[in-house]
């Protein structure tokens, strides 16, 4: 278990934080769930803090649950009873349209390599490559976030480890070559440069012939190192810091 201080420094980031409250509360501690997405990484470069991270805002809150919990419509439930409507798909929004709504986004596992929705029970989901090895190991923080109006939440969210959050942004990364996510990934392995392996949740993404999502994800974080050797981005952060962490922490895929 860990702390994160979070603050709010404008109206979205109140809803943004509100938003993570509902969903992590909403998920509880059901087992193989967890916030994915923007506010994941702001937890955990929150509760790791390290050297040369970026900060960056997200203003809708990501979970992940498994695909029976999705079928049975608990979460559904437990969402609408917290006020929230269904706005299609896995999205739900709560808030008037003159305010910053809270928005939240409701993802399941696949075993694909890419983002595609499915329908689980009557509710399409958005299906996710690597979440389910993400959410398998998960990290427990106590959260506390302070409103631009000076109200505190205190509430509990589980997070995949920083490995897995790394899978994650890594499969992302490879979908839509989003500059957020390249941040994402930069300050994830911050941590892992700053942190010991057995606090921030364990690191086999370094173990020789790699398979599954990691052998996905060491493809890709070595194609990403070969590129930006070759072709420097346009990025905000050292670039180079980056690929050097995937030469050093990342193990080489097969072939």
Do not use: C
């Amino acid at each position: 278990m860990v702390d994160a201080y979070l603050v709010s420094v404008s109206a979205a980031d109140d809803a943004a934080f509100v938003a993570l409250r509902d969903l992590s509360e909403a998920l509880g501690d059901e087992a193989e769930t967890g916030i994915i997405g923007g506010h994941m990484v702001s937890l955990l470069t929150a509760a790791f803090p390290s050297p040369g991270f970026v900060a960056r805002r997200t203003n809708d809150a990501d979970g992940g649950i498994p695909r029976a919990l999705a079928t049975s419509g608990e979460v559904h439930g437990r969402v609408i009873a917290q006020g929230y409507r269904s706005a299609g798909g896995n999205r739900y929004v709560r808030g008037a349209d003159a305010e910053p709504a809270q928005i939240l986004d409701i993802l399941v596992p696949n075993v694909d390599t890419r983002l595609r929705t499915e329908t689980l029970g009557d509710r399409e989901f958005d299906s996710m490559p690597g979440l389910g090895v993400a959410l398998a190991t998960r990290l427990r923080i106590d959260v506390v976030a302070t409103l631009s109006t000076g109200e505190e939440l205190q509430f509990t969210a589980y997070v995949p480890s920083v490995e897995g959050a790394v899978i994650l942004k890594t499969y992302a990364w490879s979908g839509r070559r989003a500059p957020k996510d390249a941040v994402d990934l930069h300050s994830l392995f911050r941590i892992v440069e700053s942190h010991p392996v057995d606090v921030i949740g364990g690191w086999r993404l370094d173990e020789a012939s790699p398979v599954g999502a990691r052998r996905d994800t060491s493809r890709t974080l070595h194609a990403l190192a070969r590129n930006w050797e070759a072709h420097p981005p346009n990025v905000t952060f050292d670039y180079r810091r980056l690929v050097e962490s995937v030469r050093r922490r990342v193990a080489p895929p097969p072939g």
